[in-house]
């Protein structure tokens, strides 16, 4: 009875666990759900403000283009810059005045310009439409010189008119003179009311929106300036401000450059996200922005849905836990004799697997064994071909190249020997390495014993072989290097070897020594030296990592590298 008792209880547990797991598997089906709703809304709004920037930027760009091409109409008119050149030796030429006045209130009328005036090469205004432009305007361009010496139209940004308060843009085109040789004469200014179209066309949004608007900005010294009327705060162009220092708030990272989606504040510090690009050719950039909090209202309705709906599914999940629970209870005997079975038949062939898997284990460490001996011994052979070869050639360039290669295959021999005589059959002490191979490269490159020094400060780091054999061939190039020619003739020195781990969890080698140095001006990744080459390619792409070289007082190298994750060979 207490048996029966007790596997009740236990299938009570287990059902409990049961419904404990179908309820956080809903929950968290619910939850992904709700986050993949999200995300698509998400998408849905970065897509929307992508297309209305992009659309907006397009139309910027081809008006400022048709503006300018409105002033180049005039620059490049031959017949307008002879009346000029009239009026301009003449002023009582009636003639010449009436038609300039003409072709200006043509172009005022037909291209919607707010007023059209014509200066002289002084910036004084000669001529204007409408007619009644006050003496000493401020609107007269400081830079007319250089309007004048450009030969093409170029647009006044937007500026407040002291006259009147109100903002403009204008188009400045030099008229050019007719006689070769000469410099322009004067300008025709095309002045241009943003309230009209340009204001209207920025603030317009294409779908109905509670917090979405059109910002358009630009950097002014340390500030970013707004141009154009916002929607939740008056008379703000040319006249609000945000210091550059405030890099939370979307315009501020407009005016830095960024371009894409970004989230941050606005000009009223509430949080936003925003799509940002920069208008070609001019100093504007445009910010398509909306509140954070108008974009996650339709998912409220999507929420409260799907809690409806994990709680229906939890109610239902219940049910079904009651009933397998009373079928448990007529199945609970035969049930327990078939589990007992069951079990013993799984323990007999978990042994038996256990049982193969050690042998395969111990078959698989004697073939890498083998492998890493044989490995040796190949390499071995053919340092000694190589030896053989070397004994028939003269060419002392050519010698050179052959001891530079036995010394590099020399360096991923001992790596297959450190291995085949490690315990762990994946990974070496590079300590002890380094420590043989530095042995074994001084010995064979200094001229005289005791005329070099080694001295190493090094840690223990165990390396696996993808990453000791490119660490080995780094070492034999900068230390054969530093032996060959950091100490010419019969100059003694020092050779300093670090090897150690940074606290950001990188691998750091150095290779120091104070010799003669690098030739001034050098770049070890333009160089003729396939040594230094080698050592850049192994290190930025077998490692990923990068080499750095110090040149004060004493030659430094410093490889600098995380070692990847690789999975044990045994």
């Not at 403009?168 to 000469?182: A, D, F, K």
């Not at 004067?186 to 009209?196: E, N, V």
């Not at 996650?296 to 709680?311: A, F, M, N, T, W």
């Not at 080698?534 to 490889?559: A, K, N, P």
Request: charged share 30%.
């Amino acid at each position: 009875m207490r048996t029966h008792n007790g596997r009740e209880i236990k299938a009570d547990y287990i059902l409990a666990f049961l419904f404990a797991v179908l309820a956080g598997a809903i929950i968290a089906g619910g939850y992904i759900y709700y986050r993949s709703v999200d995300k698509l809304h998400r998408i849905a709004v970065e897509k929307q403000l992508s297309a209305i920037s992009q659309l907006k930027v397009s139309e910027l760009v081809q008006w400022r283009r048709e503006r300018l091409a409105d002033g180049n109409i005039f620059s490049d008119n031959a017949a307008f810059s002879t009346l000029v050149r009239r009026f301009f030796e003449n002023p009582r030429d009636a003639d010449a005045r009436t038609q300039i006045q003409s072709w200006m209130d043509l172009v005022r009328t037909h291209y919607g310009y707010d007023r059209v005036r014509l200066l002289d090469a002084r910036g004084v205004t000669r001529l204007s439409t409408p007619a009644g432009l006050p003496p000493g305007n401020d609107e007269t361009p400081r830079d007319i010189s250089e309007i004048l010496q450009s030969g093409r139209a170029t647009m006044k940004d937007f500026y407040r008119s002291e006259h009147d308060q109100h903002i403009y843009l204008e188009v400045m085109t030099p008229i050019l003179s007719t006689r070769t040789g000469r410099p322009a004469m004067g300008i025709l200014a095309l002045r241009i009311d943003p309230t009209k179209y340009l204001y209207p066309y920025i603030s317009r949004w294409p779908v109905p929106n509670a917090s979405a608007e059109t910002l358009l900005v630009r950097r002014e010294g340390k500030d970013v300036l707004f141009l154009n009327e916002l929607r939740f705060q008056k008379n703000t162009a040319l006249r609000l401000r945000i210091s550059q220092d405030r890099k939370e708030v979307v315009a501020v990272q407009a005016s830095q450059g960024k371009d894409g989606i970004v989230e941050g504040i606005d000009y009223r510090g509430r949080p936003v996200v925003a799509f940002l690009r920069a208008v070609p050719d001019s100093p504007w950039h445009l910010v398509a922005r909306m509140d954070i909090s108008e974009m996650s209202e339709p998912l409220k309705v999507h929420l409260r849905l799907i809690l409806v709906l994990i709680c229906a599914l939890l109610v239902i999940a219940g049910m079904c836990m009651g009933f397998i629970r009373w079928k448990q209870n007529l199945r609970l005997y035969r049930e327990r004799y078939q589990a007992a079975a069951a079990l013993q038949e799984e323990i007999v062939e978990r042994k038996k697997a256990e049982e193969d898997l050690k042998a395969s284990v111990r078959e698989k460490e004697l073939l890498l064994r083998e492998i890493y001996h044989r490995t040796k011994n190949n390499m071995q052979v053919i340092i000694g071909f190589l030896n053989l070869q070397s004994a028939n050639i003269e060419d002392e360039k050519v010698l050179e190249l052959l001891r530079d290669t036995t010394g590099r295959i020399k360096a991923m021999a001992l790596v297959h020997e450190k291995l085949y005589q490690a315990k762990n059959l994946s990974m070496i002490d590079l300590k002890d390495y380094t420590e043989d191979l530095a042995g074994m490269i001084v010995k064979s490159h200094q001229r005289r014993p005791g005329a070099i020094a080694l001295r190493m400060d090094m840690e223990s780091a165990l390396m696996t072989i993808d990453v000791a054999i490119p660490c080995g061939l780094i070492l034999y190039e900068l230390i054969s290097n530093a032996m060959k020619h950091a100490f010419p003739g019969e100059r003694e020195g020092e050779i300093r070897i670090v090897l150690r781990r940074r606290a950001d969890g990188e691998t750091e080698i150095g290779v120091e020594d104070n010799g003669v140095g690098l030739p001034e001006g050098m770049d070890i990744r333009k160089c003729d030296s396939l040594g230094l080459e080698s050592v850049v390619q192994l290190t930025e792409h077998q490692l990923r990592g990068r080499v750095d070289v110090h040149r004060e007082g004493s030659t430094r190298f410093r490889i600098r590298f995380s070692e990847p994750v690789y999975r044990e060979r045994i």
